[in-house]
């Protein structure tokens, strides 16, 4: 579990085919990451990833065939820099929102506009993700935790905070580009419930059906 509070941006140091699968060597300079641990989480630019290998500054992934699917990860070339955040201790402040790096699609940066002292991106999605995606809910863009400013037809605005601007890979994204999504895990559960609520072969929602489900 993360929060989408970035700690570093890491560069892609080496890419080697694996079966159908990837595996990537991330390089960061962070001390946040001076302890890492092989079979620890790590999220990358949103998705999240087991260590399998540490050598000094330089830990590697193996990225299986269904996450090259649904995010980014498979276009990614040595060079590209991407969000780096350990996963979440118990003790840690939860300064984002709850994010478990299991990437939901992939967006398309429609704009990044300057503001008077703010920046405004705009991202396109796929039609079916519209009911996870309110104004002002949680979202996750590359890894980063963001709240939605708007959302109209298939598209969103989040606004980004200088901080986030210089110390995340936001501020370097280009109209076209695509970015890794991760919609709220309490909306993703909220839409599942009411949709087998309504469901024609739902029970109906009585008093006695709620005690069955634990209400």
Known sequence: MFTGIIKDIGSVVGISRRGDGLRLAIQTTSPEFSDLQIDESVSISGACQTVVSVTQNIFEVDTVEETLKKTTLGSWRVGERVNLERALRASDRLGGHIVQGHVDGVGVILSLE???????????????????????????????????????????????????????????????????LEFDILGKYLARQVQAFTSPQAQPLTEARLKDLGY
């Open 114 to 180: 300057e503001l008077a002292g703010s920046w405004s991106l705009h991202i396109s999605f796929e039609p079916r993700f519209a009911p996870f995606i309110v104004p002002i809910g949680s979202i996750a863009v590359d890894g980063v935790s963001l709240t939605v400013a708007d959302v109209l037809d298939n598209t969103f605005n989040v606004a980004i905070i200088p901080y986030t601007f210089t110390h995340t890979t936001l501020g370097e994204r280009k109209r076209g580009e695509k970015v890794n």
